[in-house]
């Protein structure tokens, strides 16, 4: 298990989860509740993993410390199905991989790398008391630089032409996203994205209607 620091374990009805104790959203939830405080939008996503067919492909964009890349790995694991999960801070990542390990989550891929419309390095932002604002940073933001990916590239690299489902939640970088993942979505078309779409957060990289704008271009149509 990768080294960890300021972390601890609580149990879920997922299994144990390490988090960061500094992190009020992610430990306070699942202390009271058992359950992720983004559960909500888990029970949702398994609802529509459900309906995949069997030895689906499940990408994970923005996959924190694994809160929907697990359940949704223990729903695909008896029909042969598997999870890309993208997490690009190092230090989340670390929580990612521990937590995979601790739920024997074989079939989930954990990727130190951001996601987004070209290859090469981008800056992150990082609040140690909520991870789950981590972003690429924005000029004059402070930022840890880290490889980004596409999600073409990635996968013709692995050899991976079929993807059934891919969540976005990339804190106002989901449309970069989308942009590098053309050809997947142009090879698979029935292929099912879910993505943030916060205003506020959207506006960070430009007029927050293009997602829209994008998603609409692509054929994809809100469901």
Do not use: W
């Not at 144990?16 to 939830?29: D, L, M, S």
């Not at 999960?85 to 989930?108: D, I, K, M, Q, S």
């Not at 993942?181 to 957060?201: D, F, H, K, M, S």
């Amino acid at each position: 298990m990768p080294t960890l620091n300021n972390f601890t374990v609580i149990d879920s009805v997922y299994g144990p989860f390490v988090v960061n104790r500094h992190c009020a959203y992610q430990a306070e939830h699942l202390i009271k509740t058992g359950r992720p405080h983004i559960d909500e939008e888990v029970q949702k996503i398994l609802l529509i993993v459900a309906g995949l067919p069997d030895g689906a492909v499940f990408v994970d964009a923005g996959a924190n410390i694994g809160l929907v890349s697990l359940p949704v790995a223990q729903a695909l694991a008896p029909r042969g199905g598997t999870v890309l999960a993208f997490e690009a801070h190092p230090g989340t990542y670390g929580y990612l991989c521990a937590n995979l390990e601790r739920n024997r989550a074989g079939n989930v891929t954990p990727v130190n790398r951001a996601v987004g419309a070209f290859a090469g390095p981008v800056r992150l932002h990082y609040r140690p008391d909520n991870p789950g604002e981590t972003h690429v940073a924005r000029d004059g933001e402070a930022g840890e630089t880290v490889e980004q990916v596409t999600l073409d590239d990635y996968c013709r690299a692995a050899g991976l032409a079929r993807v059934d489902y891919i969540k976005i939640d990339v804190e106002g970088y989901e449309a970069q996203v989308i942009e590098g993942a053309r050809g997947l979505i142009a090879a698979n078309p029935r292929l099912a994205i879910q993505t943030e779409y916060v205003r506020r957060q959207l506006g960070k990289f430009g007029e927050p209607d293009a997602l829209r704008r994008l998603l609409a271009g692509l054929g994809l149509q809100p469901f």
